[in-house]
């Protein structure tokens, strides 16, 4: 069942996912070439993931809010809550799509993009979920229209203003070193935790917004 | 005949427009039209009992079960057409179809081939590209390929055409041939239930007028026509409505009898399901 309500966001987004296939492959090379600084990957990551899920996320919502396909799914044996669940099932496959298209980019791009290691891959699944954690239940409270103005400047605020702060902390020589007192095992693992606790709060808020909204 | 729904004291207040106790039940087997004007609820209470619109109060019971408790098994019986289709109107039908048919455990693909081949749409057309009546048709179609029991629709004719009309009157008076089968559907044109419907229910304003058997309602309630001099205080009130020209006056009664001793050369005809609903929420 949930597979379906997965594969219904795909066929809602598929008119863009060509289009952001190439920017998953381009992106990276040009955060690589803009940066031109180590992050473990993160920077040449992160940002273009952020992105391509907030646009295919969006063109998915705008879909549902025009087309209210889901009040005729919820006179189905479908639930609210595996509607709600499908989408965030939705937004980590893309995450992890985008990923794939990453690491096969730094090994056939020659520009020398940085790969990334299972703690970068943690913390951008953190700040990814953190992003819709807090913005799905948001979008399910208020709607679509209203969250596309807030989502938007978010992202336009990482993607173009974090790398210039990147490049004055750099050029100031100020860096960050947070250590977690535990093994290497237990620190690559405390991200994935972490989003895995904040997104199931997440999508506990907005299983609890939707079963209570009239369609 | 077994209650196949029941609904009690179902509230819903939006504010602007409030569901008032609402009371009523379908049998089994019966088409029961819901009838009312353009706000009387009709679609709100369709949507209550489907669990798209989340009651303030009241129980809803499908096949003896409460929906709340048994949402997935219950809807598994129950086939929905809405008036607004509510599909996604970039996918083709195929794709739609691909995405509603695994949520239900009896979907029957031949069922399903064969009614879109018998009303001829393609499956790998648009559903922005159909017209009302082929979005209908193909409504239908997903609402009857899955073996449901109860049929379900909110405004089907709403927007057809006469000929499409009378199609789906067809397709309603087969589906209900099979045993255990029924149908509720609401709407506003009266002339679609005079030719199908068992069962009328009529709601004004989020409240339930009448409920009660066609043939009964259209015995017991009389369209009666005469001369203005037979009107006075009392034998007005013998009238559910009442329509004074100046040549003569034209009424709805359910005292038929009491009219014919009362009122001398009266005319007093079979009224049509319309003339009842206009007299039972105060129009002319």
Known sequence: ?215 | MNNILEVNALKKDFGTFRIDNVNFSLQEGCITGFIGINGAGKTTIIKSILGLVIKDSGSIKLFGKEIDKNERELKNRIGVVLDEGYFYENMTMSEMKSIIATAYSKWDESVFKSYIESFKLKLNQKISTLSKGMRMKYGIALALSHHADLLIMDEPTSGLDPLVRSELMDIILDFIKEYGKSVFFSTHITSDLDKVADVLILIDKGKIMLSEEKDILLDTHGLVKGDKNVLNDHTRKLFLSLNETEYGFEGITKQKTSVREQMNGVLIERPTIENIMLAYIGAK
Do not use: H
């Not at chain 1, 090379?29 to 990551?45: D, P, R």
């Not at chain 1, 096969?104 to 990334?116: E, Q, R, W």
């Open chain 1, 1 to 215: 069942m949930l597979f379906s309500l997965v594969k219904k966001d795909f066929i809602l987004g598929k008119n863009y996912l060509l289009i952001l296939l190439v920017f998953a492959v381009v992106g990276p090379i040009y955060m690589t070439t803009a940066i031109n600084f180590s992050s473990g990957g993160f920077l040449n990551f992160f940002p273009i993931a952020l992105l391509i899920e907030f646009m295919l996320i969006g063109t998915v919502s705008m879909a549902e809010d025009k087309y209210r396909g889901s009040t005729l799914l919820c006179t189905t044996p479908y639930t609210r809550n595996s509607l709600v669940k499908a989408r965030y099932i939705f937004i980590l496959i893309i995450f992890f799509c985008n990923y794939i298209i990453y690491t096969i980019m730094t090994f056939v791009v020659p520009i020398g993009i940085d790969k990334l290691d299972v703690f970068t891959l943690g913390i951008s699944l953190l700040f990814l979920i953190v992003f819709f954690g807090i913005s799905m239940p948001i979008e399910y409270r208020f709607g679509y229209e209203k969250m596309k103005y807030i989502s938007l400047c978010i992202i336009m605020l990482f993607f173009f203003v974090v790398p210039n702060i990147v490049k004055w902390l750099i050029s100031n020589n100020i860096r960050f070193k947070i250590s977690i007192p535990f093994s290497p095992i237990i620190q690559n693992l405390f991200p994935y935790v972490l989003a895995l606790v904040i997104g199931l709060i997440s999508m506990s808020l907005s299983i609890g917004i939707y079963s209570k909204k009239n369609l």
